[in-house]
């Protein structure tokens, strides 16, 4: 049996590309098992979205801080955060290069039609919890040393994970 050349382009790219996809999967799961834990407190969230599926819509009050910090452009960037008790982020003041305290991170942000955005909008969940989600009060990140963010879980007021 012979294989044409473009058949064989054809497999070694879909190889290709299965093997980058794998390597992110895998890249997501060393994250969400050995990243720093950071804290963030929700902002309201829209109630309509708990009862139109099994998930929440998210928004963060950090958020806030950082719109007063900048100029709103679309733009990607870093936001330095001191880690208070229970991994709780407070925001300290846009990354411009400056060194890090040994209890501070890097967090990326996005800047997208004027809203500031961080790792997820979004988090979705089991088919009858919403009552149970409805009551969280905190986010919590896996973060990397490059400030990349990855939603591990809801908290409630108590930091006790949902």
Known sequence: MTFSKSAIGVTLSALAILALVNFSIYQQEQQLANGDIVVFQLAPVDPRSLMQGDYMALNYQITNQINLANDLE????????????????????????????????????????????????????????????????YGEFRVNPAGKLLLSNMLDKDFKRI
């Open 74 to 137: 679309n733009h990607d960037g870093l936001f330095i955060v001191t880690l208070a008790q229970h991994q709780l982020a407070q925001f300290e003041a846009l990354y411009q290069g400056q060194t890090l305290q040994p209890n501070q991170q890097l967090i990326q942000y996005r800047v997208r039609s004027g809203r500031v955005k961080l790792a997820s909008n979004a988090f979705f969940f089991e088919e009858g919890r919403a009552e149970e989600f409805a009551k969280a009060k």
